[in-house]
């Protein structure tokens, strides 16, 4: 065998282990992104699982505005059936601050321990659906740099890696970002 024939076998062995090494970080970036949605679908299922139990508290003290407590619900439903960047959970976040507003009216309804306590646990969902969106959009940032520097650049398409998109607020959260959510007790 020529010493040409050993280095070109040595150059193809040395680009296959590249090859190698590339594919499998960018499937480990790429497992993370998904891991990153499906965290923040988990948080939506549990905002949306919290909404009823919200609606009944609220129909005991408030049973006369059915009309808020009907658009809750079908917000609800149509977010839950939804996906995950559709307008459907823009239109339960209105829904539910008009819900929420209703504590306002009512002195007993603000008053109850349950409501106040669902209310608690809706921030806490809130709370930690912001920290699911911030790690979504870190694991994206990682896996997009990961894609486009020098060598992967130049086989992540080839190999079946397209870039991802960063989570993008919804127009219910735009401006709200820098300001404590408001909950009166």
Partial sequence: MSVFAMVLIGVIVLVAIMLVGIYNRLVG??????????DIDAQLRQRHDLIPNLVET????????????????SA???AANGSISSGDEQGLRVA???LLALGEAYPDLKASANFQELQRELAHVEDKLAAARRALNAAVSRYNTGRETFPAVLFAGMLGFQPADFHRLDDSEKGTVDQAPKIAF
């Fill in 58 to 73: 609220v129909k005991g003290y408030a049973g006369h505005e059915k009309e808020t407590l009907d658009a809750v619900i």
């Fill in 29 to 38: 970036l790429r497992q993370t992104v998904n891991q990153g949605v499906a």
């Fill in 96 to 98: 539910l601050d008009r």
């Fill in 76 to 78: 609800r439903n149509q």
